[in-house]
Structure formats: C-alpha cells, structure tokens
C-alpha cells in the first residue's frame, strides 16, 4: 500500500467581514477555473508573515487555490462594487476581473484582503475578458514589492500564476493571475458608488466599517465621519509625499484606484521618473499629462475631495453646513502634504532640524536638476555618496554656489556629518526599479520563462537603502534612446 505524505497545513485563516456588509456592496462570485494553472512566483516573506506555510504554498494545491481553480477552506469569494472618476469622467465600475476570496487573519492579528486579479468575468466587467496578461501582473508584483521596499504603503503581491490560456490584446499573450494582498480593497470609488446607488443607512454602514478596519485608534472626535474624512486625508498625504520624494509616478490616479487604507493601489501604467521634471507623464494614454509628477498631489486633492461629496449626507443633517465641514477640511491638504514633503525632502539632504531658508535651499537644487535634464534619484543618490565626478553640472558655478550654502547649512545643526550622512543613506534610495531593468526583467520571464533576471531584480529592490557595492551596476541608466519611455494599460 502506497502511504500518502500529509500535506502540511496551508495556514489559510479567513474570515469574511466584508461579505457581511449589506448585499448591494457586491457579488457572491467563484472565480472562473482556468486549464492548467502553473505557480511562477512566490512571495516567501509575505506567505510568512500572513502565517502560510510556504512549502505548502508551493504544492499543486495551493497553485489552484492562486488560480481560483479550487477555493481555500473559509472563503467567501466575491466581486466588490464601485464607481469611480476616471480622467475626470464618473462612471460604474467594480472587480471586472478581479475577487476576493477572504480576509486572512494574520498571526499578528491583522486583517489582510486576499484577491485574485484576472480570475475572470464578473457581475462588473462590462466588455472585458476578466482576464490579465502574464506581462502586466509580474510587472504589478515587482513594483509593488518595490514600493515595499522603500518603505512606501502598498497592496503586496503574494503569488503569479500563468493559467495556460491566452488573452487576446493587441496581440494574443500568456495569461496570469496575481493574488494580491491589501489593508483593505476599500476605495474612494467604493464611497462614490454607495454614495450614488444605496441608502444613506448604507453609506453610514460603509463608513462605520471603514472606520473600524483602518482607523479604530485614532480619535473619532464628535463628528466620526467628518474625523474619518480627516484620516484619510492625512494618510494619502503621506502617501503622496512619499511618491514624490522617490519620484513614483502613479498614472492613473482614478478615484477608483485611491484606497481609504492609505496604500499605493493597481499598478498599471506606473513608473519611476529618471530626469527631474515635473512634467513627466509614462502612460500612453494621459495625453493632457492628468497624472504627470508635478499634478499628484492636486489630484489627490481632488479625489479627496470627491471622497467628500461622497461623505456628505453624513457628515451633517444640514447641507449647507455639512459643505462647510467638508471644504473646512479639504483645504488643509495641501499644507499638510507640503509638511510632509518638506519634512521628507530635508531628510533627504541630511537636514534634522528646521530653518526658513530650507525650502529655498531644496527648490535650487531641483531647478538645476531640472535644467540639466539631472537623473532624480542619481543626483540624490550622488549627494548621499560624495561622489562628486558621478554628475557634469556637479562642476558649474551655480552647483557649486548652492554646495557651499549646503554644507554651511549642515554646518549649523547640531548633529554630525556622520549622522546626517546616515540620514541620507535612508532617506535615498540607492536602487529603484528602472524602467529598463523591468523590462529586461519581464523579458526574459515573459518571452523565455526564466524568472532568474526578475528574481535577481526583486532581491536587489528590497533593500533600496542598502547601498551595496553590487546594486552599483542597477543604479545605472539606460543607454540612451531616442523613444521616450512608454508605459501601456495593456492588461
Ligand atoms: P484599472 O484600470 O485596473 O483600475 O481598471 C478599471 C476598471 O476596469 C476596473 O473596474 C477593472 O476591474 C476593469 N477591468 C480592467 N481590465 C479588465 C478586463 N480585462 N476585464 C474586465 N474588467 C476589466
Ligand atoms: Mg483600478
């Protein structure tokens, strides 16, 4: 008689809060099976922390489990509504291809969504196949780990499988699940959709529950609506402070795809800036530059403020003075993200405490780098190192002039070179994910299946800070080309 090896446990430990909220919030929906499910990617760490055992997470079973072929013991799976402004245009959107299976409560106590991306059609996926390409998802996965690395809130990526099945764009290409892994999937557009077709009962109902998964430490003061409005606010702040600080460019900043949770969320045609300049926009579909570095946080400012009409019958029985609460706090965002931002960028500089002349000091520097077309984050990367051959305009006289008012600056805090070097080494970032290197990397997977460029990529990514002599050689830029970069929504 053959014995048969027990499977370890696989650690899943849904629970399903979500599902309990009111009928209209979503979509009792199992995820479409797909042929023949292949597991390419594993997120170790992040298996670990969920409190997954990771062999098991490697075994045929849990392959199925990541390509909603088989639904793990305690989910519930479901697709989520929502709406949304996309590029300023209000419309219904939801998971068009995209379910929950649960909330995995983690050994630390935490609530994490597990969601399925590309698992196909739902109750909200209008013209679309419900499906993802291979490409897309490994890209999702690395810059998401990435933004991990640095520090930086956002949804993680736990595993990629291919399904062995084409999706048909442009061209027909290899397809692919994603699990991702959230705070919460809760998006601005999740407001605006109850906010437009359910009850103002619901809308308290979502609001309460939002409150309860993200904020139930902070101080809901007298007004917990307009105190949750707030919140929000304040992580998005951060948030976007922290996006412009590395120089992350989102691309599509939908209201849909800004979360309540405060995390980074859907990395479609999303990049990071080499040449400092405000302008700078990857998507090949913002034409009218929306979503370019410069406009982030005024967008954010708008979505938020969209997330404030949304709020509205809640935050006062009155209109008029429910208006006046929600304008009240919408118009310290951009002081607040400003804080935030200067607060982030003398850190950068190896700057601890405060003067005046701080912001004066970082707007030089900035419009010389923007003047000599100067790498983001090399120029950073340079001054964190001494290396003062690394750039040409290094040589100038205006450099040189604004190096001199840097080091008296330094000079006149307390704390040591030393300490403000430190400061610098954590604050920027050695590596980033270069558009080039992610490219060569989701070549290599996509078009030969091997995943050791992708591997090496991600290792290097999830220390940024490290400064090790062998992520030298992924600082580098790319040879020049004469396209600009392009990123694509193709997913
Ligand atoms: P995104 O650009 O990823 O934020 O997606 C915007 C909306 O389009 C969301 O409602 C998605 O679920 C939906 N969507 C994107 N791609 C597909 C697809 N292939 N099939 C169905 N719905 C999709
Ligand atoms: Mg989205």
Request: aromatic letters at 10%; one cysteine or more.
């Amino acid at each position: 008689m053959t014995e048969k090896k027990a499977m370890p446990a696989s650690g899943w430990n849904f629970d399903n809060s979500y599902a309990e909220l009111p009928d209209s919030f979503f979509t009792r929906q199992d995820a479409d099976p797909v042929r023949s499910p292949e597991l390419v990617l594993l997120n170790e760490p992040l298996a670990a922390l969920m409190g997954l055992h990771v062999q098991a997470m490697k075994s045929g079973e849990a392959t199925s489990v990541f390509a909603g072929n088989e639904i793990p013991e305690g989910a519930l799976p479901l697709a989520q509504a929502y709406a949304g402004h996309q590029f300023g245009h209000f419309t219904m959107l939801g998971d068009g291809r995209a379910i929950l299976l649960g909330e995995q409560i983690t050994p630390s106590g935490e609530r994490l969504d597990v969601q399925l991306k590309g698992s196909g059609r739902t109750a909200y996926s209008r013209g679309g196949d419900g499906r993802a390409a291979l490409g897309p998802m490994l890209r999702e996965y690395i810059i998401s780990e990435a933004m991990h690395g640095l520090g930086i809130p956002t949804t993680r990526s736990l595993a990629v499988v291919t399904t062995g099945e084409p999706v048909i764009r442009e061209t027909a290409l290899p397809g692919a699940v994603l699990t991702r892994v959230a705070a919460s999937h809760l998006r601005v557009g999740t407001f605006q959709y109850v906010r437009n077709w359910c009850s103002v009962h619901d809308l308290r109902t979502l609001a309460d529950y939002a409150w309860q998964r993200h904020y139930s430490d902070a101080d809901s003061g007298d007004n917990r609506y307009l105190s949750l409005l707030q919140e929000v606010m304040k992580r998005q702040a951060q948030l976007i402070a922290k996006w412009q600080l590395v120089g992350f460019i989102h691309g599509v900043m939908n209201t849909d795809n800004m979360t309540i949770s405060g995390e980074t969320i859907d990395y479609g045609p999303c990049a990071f800036m080499d040449a400092f300049d405000p302008k700078t926009v990857f998507s090949s579909i913002d034409l009218q530059g929306r979503y370019a570095y410069g406009n982030q946080p005024y967008i954010a400012a708008w979505n938020l403020a969209r997330l404030a009409e949304a709020l509205l019958p809640i935050l006062h029985e009155d209109e008029d003075q429910a208006i006046a609460l929600a304008e009240d706090v919408i118009s310290k965002f951009t002081d607040l993200y400003h804080g935030y931002w200067l607060s982030g960028m003398r850190a950068k500089l190896g700057i601890f405490n405060e003067e005046a002349e701080d912001e004066g000091l970082i707007k030089n520097l900035l419009s010389m780098m923007q003047k000599h077309g100067a790498d983001y984050t090399n120029t950073f990367r340079a001054l964190t190192l001494d290396r003062w051959e690394e750039m040409d305009w290094f040589d100038t006289p205006e450099f040189e002039q604004w190096q001199v008012q840097w080091q008296a600056r330094l000079e006149r805090q307390e704390q040591s070179r030393d300490l403000s070097r430190q400061l610098m080494r954590s604050s920027n970032p050695a590596v980033i994910p270069r558009n080039h290197r992610v490219e060569e990397a989701l070549e290599a997977a996509v078009e030969q299946g091997d995943y050791s460029v992708l591997k090496q990529l991600l290792a290097v990514l999830s220390q940024p800070y490290a400064y090790t002599p062998e992520q030298d050689e992924y600082a580098a830029m790319p040879e020049p080309s004469s396209r600009p970069y392009r990123t694509f929504c193709g997913t």
